[in-house]
């Protein structure tokens, strides 16, 4: 399986933060599509969604 690292955004008591994370490709790819059909969504939430649809797919 490939691996790729993501660098996801988020707040944290409204603070700007970020961490990276290690997904297969699929997830990534995922991701990516969830964030440009959706770009105000928050990118935790993203990548939640990517993982769902990378389980079911």
């Known amino acids: 399986m490939d691996l ?3 660098k ?4 944290l008591d409204g ?5 990276n994370v290690t997904v297969s ?9 969830i964030m440009k059909e959706n770009p105000e ?3 935790p939430e993203a ?9 079911v797919g």
């Open 41 to 43: 969504l928050p990118q």
């Open 8 to 11: 996801i955004q988020s707040e």
């Open 4 to 6: 790729v690292r993501l």
């Open 47 to 55: 990548l939640g969604k990517a993982k769902e649809v990378a389980k």
């Open 15 to 19: 603070e700007p933060m970020h961490y």
């Open 25 to 33: 490709k699929k997830v990534a790819e995922n991701f990516a599509k």
